[in-house]
Each structure stands twice: as structure tokens, then as C-alpha cells.
């Protein structure tokens, strides 16, 4: 860390930050949003991994496009009872010539409909195999893991078995940051004001931050990294310092710190001035 022997006023002030932005109020524009939908556990989890791997490009586009895949998944023409679990009721009781009919026309940026359609496969085969994908997680976990990466590893290889998925999920094995998979993680695994949870048999301390160009710049402005490239790297370095103030939960601050370069209304250099004087308390004192 940058700031030696201010590690407690660093915490003190993040956690005032956490405090004063880890509302609910916060969330919109933030495809975390359409959780709130879907109180079921097993239905949030599919949700919260259909929105996660949508979540590129501009907020409102992401928004627009979450939303459509949702309406056709729970408002689809075939005959099968929706009943009170209508994602779980569509990719178990339909046909997958009619799940991959219902978006041969999907197209967001990168992502065409063959890709969402394989998603959606490889969701369904862990539903069939496993009854929901916490019960993959908690048996892709091992005790020697020392984060959610290995099992997240084993994830996506079953869900992707040989097909494209596109860029909607991410390899950690390749480098990648895996933004969104660790974002569909944060959500599901942590459970407070924003983020909704479900998954409380895997700790929080086991995840990584999602590391995207927010988390990466509040990261160097806390002073745990100084690297350019928004890799894995990258994203280990900045959740060890973290761990360094919340050993139990280094995803905490990652919502309310992103805030900082998502709302119109909050700016990064709000979050140097707080760094700043951070230091030259520390600095004053030492």
C-alpha cells in the first residue's frame, strides 16, 4: 500500500464512503437492477448471470438489452407453465430448437444470438445435472483454492463444453480481468444494502474484484497497483490490497468506489482529494 501506517484512516474513510454510496439509491444505471426481479434464488442466479455477461459497451444499451433477453425468456409463445419461476421454466421445460429460434435474431455489439443461445445451454445442462449452479460452484470449489478462480475456471469450461459463447464469458486461465464473471460473483456470494446474495455458502473472502476502468483507476489512486494493463494481474494485486483492510470481504468497497466514475454527480477527483489528505495526515504524523 502507499499509504504506510494509514491503513486504519484509509478504512476509516472507505468505510464512510461504503456507507454514504452502498445504497440502493446508487444502483440505477447498473444492470445489478434487474436482481430485484427475481427474488427467488434460483431464478436471481440465472438472471444475475444472463445480465453480468451483457454487461459491456454503454450502460444504456446494456440496460435496453438485458431487458429484451428477459422479456423473451419470460414472456415466450411456447406452451409450458411459467408458473412463479419463469427463467428456470424456460430453459427447463422448452425445446432447444425453440430457445435458439426465439434468438436467431439477437444481436448485441459483439454478442449474436448463437452465443446467447449457448449460454443459455450451458446454464440449462448444470440446472440438469447439478439443480442450480451454486450446487456446481460449491462442488467445483476445493479446499486448496485460495480464491473463487479456480472454480470460476471449471464454470466456464462446463458451460461452454467446446462452444462459443463469444465474448460473453471470460477464461481466467487466459489473463483476462473477467470483469463480468466476477461481477455475477460479487452479487450472488456478497450480501448487503446493494448487492442481493444467495450464495452464502462460499465466502466472501474468496472473491476477486470485478476489475473494470473504474476499479482499476480508484486501484492506483489507492496506491495498490501501479500497472497499466486491466489484466488478472492486475485485478489479484488491487483485491490484496483490499484484503489488507477487509480480509473477510475485498469486494466490499467495489461497488461504492465504481460510483465515483459511473454518476454524473461523483467525480475520481473527489476520491484523490480524500487519498490526499489521507497522506499528508499520515505524513504529518510520522
Given at each position: 500500500?502507499?499509504?504506510?501506517?494509514?491503513?486504519?484512516?484509509?478504512?476509516?474513510?472507505?468505510?464512510?464512503?461504503?456507507?454514504?454510496?452502498?445504497?440502493?439509491?446508487?444502483?440505477?444505471?447498473?444492470?445489478?437492477?434487474?436482481?430485484?426481479?427475481?427474488?427467488d434464488p434460483?431464478?436471481?442466479?440465472?438472471?444475475?448471470?444472463?445480465?453480468?455477461?451483457?454487461?459491456?459497451?454503454?450502460?444504456?444499451?446494456?440496460?435496453k438489452h438485458v431487458a429484451l433477453v428477459f422479456k423473451i425468456m419470460c414472456q415466450s409463445g411456447h406452451a409450458f407453465p411459467l408458473d412463479s419461476y419463469p427463467l428456470n421454466a424456460y430453459l427447463?421445460?422448452?425445446?432447444?430448437?425453440?430457445?435458439?429460434?426465439?434468438?436467431r435474431h439477437f444481436k448485441y455489439r459483439f454478442t449474436k444470438g448463437e452465443h446467447l443461445v449457448y449460454l443459455l445451454f450451458g446454464i440449462k445442462e448444470i440446472l440438469r445435472e447439478f439443480g442450480s449452479l451454486k450446487l456446481f460452484f460449491l462442488n467445483a470449489i476445493s479446499p486448496?483454492?485460495?480464491?473463487?478462480?479456480?472454480?470460476?475456471?471449471?464454470?466456464?469450461?462446463?458451460?461452454?463444453?467446446?462452444?462459443?459463447?463469444?465474448?460473453?464469458?471470460a477464461d481466467p486461465q487466459k489473463g483476462s480481468a473477467c470483469k463480468r464473471n466476477n461481477l455475477f460473483l460479487r452479487w450472488l456470494v456478497r450480501k448487503d444494502a446493494v448487492d442481493p446474495g444467495g450464495w452464502d455458502?462460499?465466502?466472501?473472502?474468496?472473491?476477486?474484484?470485478?476489475?473494470?476502468?473504474?476499479?482499476?483507476?480508484?486501484g492506483k489512486i489507492l496506491g495498490?497497483?501501479?500497472?497499466?494493463?486491466?489484466?488478472?494481474?492486475?485485478?489479484?494485486?488491487?483485491?490484496?490490497?483490499?484484503?489488507?483492510?477487509?480480509?473477510?470481504?475485498?469486494?466490499?468497497?467495489?461497488?461504492?468506489l465504481t460510483r465515483f466514475g459511473i454518476r454524473p454527480d461523483m467525480n475520481f477527483?473527489?476520491?484523490?482529494?480524500?487519498?490526499?489528505?489521507?497522506k499528508g495526515g499520515v505524513s504529518d504524523e510520522t
Open positions: 500500500m502507499t499509504i504506510k501506517g494509514g491503513s486504519d484512516l484509509l478504512r476509516e474513510q472507505l468505510d464512510i464512503i461504503y456507507g454514504t454510496y452502498n445504497k440502493k439509491e446508487y444502483i440505477h444505471p447498473d444492470p445489478l437492477e434487474f436482481l430485484d426481479n427475481y427474488p434460483g431464478e436471481r442466479e440465472i438472471a444475475a448471470l444472463i445480465a453480468a455477461s451483457l454487461a459491456y459497451g454503454r450502460v444504456d444499451q446494456i440496460l427447463m421445460q422448452n425445446k432447444n430448437e425453440n430457445i435458439a429460434d426465439d434468438f486448496e483454492d485460495k480464491n473463487i478462480l479456480p472454480a470460476l475456471t471449471r464454470f466456464i469450461q462446463k458451460i461452454t463444453a467446446g462452444k462459443s459463447t463469444g465474448n460473453l464469458l455458502e462460499i465466502p466472501s473472502s474468496m472473491l476477486v474484484v470485478p476489475l473494470d476502468t473504474h476499479m482499476h483507476h480508484a495498490f497497483t501501479k500497472r497499466k494493463q486491466a489484466d488478472m494481474k492486475t485485478a489479484l494485486e488491487i483485491t490484496e490490497g483490499f484484503r489488507e483492510l477487509s480480509p473477510d470481504d475485498p469486494v466490499k468497497y467495489d461497488f461504492c477527483n473527489d476520491l484523490e482529494t480524500i487519498i490526499k489528505k489521507i
